[in-house]
Structures are given as structure tokens and as C-alpha cells.
């Protein structure tokens, strides 16, 4: 990958990330992927590193959201018996 390429798409991401109204929608889904029980594992870590991502370009009013959002994920992982 180009470094040209890398900063598009970095770019694209702190553009997406930087709308509240985009960081709420993916909230949204978030909470749906780890309040089903048809999640899959990897369905739960793209959701994981997509709340980690958000997390570094969000604006900082809703922050403290997305920090609670990644830290329920992370509680209810367990539930989930990922690794049986």
C-alpha cells in the first residue's frame, strides 16, 4: 500500500468519524452486534476496532460516549464464549 493510498483512507476515516451523526450510527449498530447472540467473532472484533478508530477522531463532545460504548463491548465479550 502506497503511503499516498494510506493517507486517503485516513483521511476518509477522520471525515467520517468527525460527524456525530456517523459516530451515532455506528454506535447504533455496535449496540445491536454485542446485544444479539448471532454475532460472530469476527463480526465483533471488525465492531471492537471500529469503536477504536472512533474513538480517535470523534468529536470530543461525545467522547465519553464512545469510551462507554467500547468498554460495555469489552464487559460483555465474555458472554459471548468466543473461545469455547
Known sequence: MSLDI??????????????KKNCFA????ARKAFGSTETTVEQYDAMEKGLGIMLLWCPDEIRS????TL?????????FNFDD
Do not use: G, K, M, T
Open 6 to 19: 494510506h493517507c486517503q483512507q485516513n483521511d476518509e476515516l477522520v471525515e467520517y468519524y468527525s460527524n
Open 26 to 29: 455506528d454506535i447504533c449498530q
Open 65 to 68: 460516549i464512545v469510551e462507554a
Open 71 to 79: 468498554f460495555e463491548a469489552e464487559f460483555r465479550r465474555p458472554y
